[in-house]
């Protein structure tokens, strides 16, 4: 079993419409909790953090579930920009290494 | 990405051959980590270098993989013996300039496609 599961997609919506991603964890230990977004060819970027108290940033909302080890991110009024593979990303304890889950694809059509 | 930066952006090699990639990183950060990014197969961090040059050979999947830090700001992935199942975007990675290190998100740079023929 990984580490950290997401479910590949691709999701494809409409523009305007609300997506909901999930995520899994099997580390109990996990203290961090990150959703990143990354476009073709480029580089992962830090999307937002995942707090317990959950959290929201414009039409975007995290929510962390300790008890389900589950983290999810609900994206509102999807843009067309909004297009890109949502990674999953857990701190992996005191190293400082990042485990990623194998990321989810999103696709918003006009 | 901000503050991260690789070179060279892509990377030919024929397999069996050693390569070496870099990383520039904003100065001060104690530890870089290396990931892999591989279709299919997603991400995985590789090994780590921290400020004072320690090596770290226990990247997966074996330890063919090495990194050093021959300057503070600067991180050297070592593929020994590539393989072509090493084919894929190598990503360094710092936490972010103003966060103290442990559980803080990281800085990505923007990668380096390796091809191995």
């Known amino acids: 079993r990984k580490e950290v599961e997401q479910d590949p997609g691709p999701f494809n919506v409409p523009e305007g419409a609300t997506v909901a991603f999930n995520c899994t964890y099997s580390n109990s230990a996990s203290q961090s909790f990150f959703w990143y977004r990354q476009d073709c060819r480029k580089e992962p970027k830090l999307l937002m953090s995942?707090?317990?108290s959950g959290n929201e940033d414009g039409r975007f909302t995290a929510q962390l579930n300790r008890a389900s080890q589950y983290i999810s991110l609900l994206i509102r009024d999807s843009k067309l920009s909004d297009s890109a593979t949502y990674l999953c990303v857990v701190y992996g304890g005191n190293t400082g290494k990042l485990i990623f889950g194998q990321g989810t694809t999103l696709q918003v059509k006009p | 990405g901000a503050g991260v930066s690789q070179s060279p952006r892509y990377k030919v090699a024929k397999r069996g051959r050693d390569v070496a990639l870099r990383c520039d990183s904003i100065?001060?950060?104690?530890?870089l980590y290396w990931y892999r990014q591989t279709l299919g197969q997603g991400s995985e961090v590789l090994t780590y270098?921290?400020?004072?040059?320690?090596?770290?050979k226990s990247g997966r999947p074996s330890g063919r993989f090495s990194a050093e830090r021959p300057e503070r700001s600067v991180s050297t992935l070592k593929i020994q013996r590539t393989e072509q199942g090493d084919s894929a975007v190598y990503l360094c990675a710092s936490p972010f300039p103003d966060q103290a290190q442990g559980n803080q998100p990281q800085h990505f740079g923007d990668g380096t496609r390796l091809s191995i023929l």
């Open positions: 100065s001060g950060h104690v530890t």
């Open positions: 995942v707090y317990s």
């Open positions: 270098s921290q400020s004072d040059a320690q090596r770290d």
